[in-house]
């Protein structure tokens, strides 16, 4: 099975993702390979240094946000 998403890096990407109230969920990439940490949903907030999913704070430096669209 395949999966499509799309990472999150700009404020422009987390503004859309917020306004598409589309599932961001919230990942730990590091050498030994990437982790899941929240399955996530629709953004709350998003600053230049965190983003607010499900009631939770994540920091942008420290996690990768994926989009995966839904097949509408």
Known sequence: ????YRVLRED????????SQERV???QVLEEGE???DYGGPIEEY???????MG???F???????????NR
């Open 1 to 4: 099975m395949s999966y499509t």
């Open 12 to 19: 422009m990407d987390f503004f859309a993702a917020a306004l």
């Open 25 to 27: 969920s919230v990942w």
């Open 35 to 37: 982790q899941l940490m």
């Open 47 to 53: 600053s230049p240094f965190s983003i607010k999913i």
């Open 56 to 58: 939770e704070r994540y």
């Open 60 to 70: 942008r430096s420290v996690f990768e946000f994926r989009l995966t669209p839904s």
